[in-house]
């Protein structure tokens, strides 16, 4: 049945977008993350769990890719909101619990993640709005662990899995001028569903070229804690944004 809560949200998007095609109104925000990593991976069972840390300064070093882009479909003060980020990262890893068979360890990871939300707005005032949401998060994630023995061999462990759970949340704006204003955003979800606990916090400065393009820069914060059947992904990414709104 989990997978039924996406395919319902992009129900409810369809709809409204026919329901009134001329007053819809379509925002997209392609961004750039440079997002780090850390927290405990494991890809199978049996084979010692890794812990990564990469700090501020490493982000830029151990990432490899990280691109991301939101969508906003309104319809007065519905709207059909949603993300999309695919994060790979390199990055140092070391074991959790040291063992006589290994004394380090390598990680390359990837990770989709995409958010599909119904949100409905509670304030729409000249200076402000705030908007409520709920909806479903599919995951996936591919972890492939390097052990490494004290003589320099390697053991190589590799697995991902997919999976959804439900969020809900919270986005508001707040205009300081005609051309600047800030965003806040958070959801929290999982409630053991699929992960124990999701959730995620993003805050943004934008400023407005025109009506249909601005630009958005800002930091997000991204966690999960996901464990079946061995398969551990209990990691946050986190890192700078920088992007463009354009709204048509």
């Known amino acids: 049945m989990k997978p039924l809560i996406p395919v319902a949200c992009a129900g409810l998007a369809l709809t409204l977008a026919a329901a009134s095609p001329a007053a819809a109104q379509v925002t997209v925000t392609p961004y750039f993350w440079a997002a780090g990593m850390k927290g405990d991976i494991a890809p199978v069972p049996g084979l010692p769990t890794v812990e990564t840390d990469s700090s501020f300064s490493d982000i830029l070093d151990d990432l490899q890719l990280g691109l991301a882009s939101s969508f906003e479909i309104r319809a007065g003060q519905w709207a ?21 068979q290994f ?5 390359d990871s990837k990770s989709l993640m995409s958010t599909l939300a119904v949100s409905y707005r509670l304030l729409d005032g000249d200076g402000a709005t705030f908007d409520v949401l709920g909806g479903a998060r599919i995951n996936w994630a591919d972890n492939d662990v390097r052990l490494i023995r004290p003589d320099g061999t390697e053991v190589k462990a590799q697995d991902n899995e997919t999976w ?53 820069v800002g930091y997000r914060y991204y966690a999960i804690d996901y464990d079946h059947d061995g398969f551990v992904f209990d990691v946050a990414e986190y890192g700078p944004l920088i992007g463009t709104a354009i709204t048509f």
């Open 103 to 107: 004394d380090s360890a390598g990680l």
């Open 164 to 216: 959804v759970d439900p969020v809900v949340g919270a986005k508001g704006v707040v205009w300081l001028s005609p051309r600047w204003s800030l965003t806040g955003y958070g959801d929290v979800g999982g409630f053991g569903v699929s992960s124990d606990l999701t959730w995620q916090a993003m805050a943004a400065v934008n400023y407005r070229f025109t009506d249909s393009i601005a630009l958005t």
């Open 80 to 100: 059909f909101v949603g993300d999309l980020s695919y994060v790979d990262t390199g990055a140092t890893a070391d074991l959790k619990v040291p063992t006589p």
